[in-house]
């Protein structure tokens, strides 16, 4: 667990990492499975970051199923995106990683790289990794990359800016969380001064989906259900998906990911928690809290990870049962 920033030595060790690495070298850049806006943003704008600082040798990738969800296909930089990673590297760079089983098969090419740097805000970062640029008190891992590029001299452009703002409003809720503090703001007014346009990105980004999503969105939600009595009588919320609601929806499993918004809205309850199914006996669990658990520690308790208020694991079974282990691992981490 890192619980402080990095130091002068970490930073000062990760631009010497980059200063080190020959303009024609291989730098591999990687994020989570399944990535989110911070995942791909923080990567793609560091990856843009890299070329302008001249290095012609760049690609990025995530490991699973190598589908870039919908709003996130016009993000710049996404001509770095390749599916097959290079195989021996000089330089692996890590995004948004809080373990490295989030990099499945590619935690290998991260131990095996002669230098490696992991960007990362999750509380829960397990320390892989040779430089670890991991910063629990960042909103997102765009919050790091800009660090570090700012320290390489790399000034911002509209196209860096676009990716790392849509890295900062998906992890903060849109300015909506706690961690969205004066310096993010700070950074988000930087991040606009190069002429992007907050709007017209968080239509595509935020709202905007195929109508079929909605009808799925709708069947899921209407299948919820509040359990007053969970977490200690803060109450909890949950539903599930299957593939099979999916493929009657002819919809991709990225289209889940906002689910738990709605979800969460629910005043009743403090927890919330979407089961998503990803192979027949496994689940992908989101779980919330409005302050009273630390869903963090329920989540690493199943071998996932996240922050206090947002995190995940894989659950396997029923959805029932992963639900009920859920609701017997609240309490064991009230606030
Ligand atoms: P999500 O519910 O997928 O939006 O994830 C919420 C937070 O939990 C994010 O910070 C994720 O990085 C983290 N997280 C989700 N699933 C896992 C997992 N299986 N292992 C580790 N961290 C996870
Ligand atoms: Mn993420
Ligand atoms: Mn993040």
Redesign the pocket.
Known sequence: MTLSGPTAEHWAAAVEAVRSTGADDEIQLIC?V?P?GDALGSMLGFGLGLRRLGFTRVRATFPGDFVVPEPYRLLPGSDLLEPEAFSEPRLVIVF?V??E??LGALASRVAAAPASVVLDH?A?NTGFGGVRLVDPHAAATSVVAEGLLSRLKVPLDAEIAECFYVALATDTGSFKFDMTTVSVHELAARLIATGIRPGEISRRIFDSRPFGAMKLTGEVIGRAVLDESAAGGRGMVWTYATLADLERHGQPPYVL?SL?DPVRSVAEADVSVVVKQVATGEW?V??RSKGAVDVSGV?VAQ?????RL?????GYGEAADVVATVRRLLDEHLN
């Open positions: 989570h399944n989110d948004d809080a373990s089983s989030r999750h829960s990911d738990i992908s989101s779980l989540a071998g996932g990870g996240g922050h947002a995190a995940g694991f894989t």
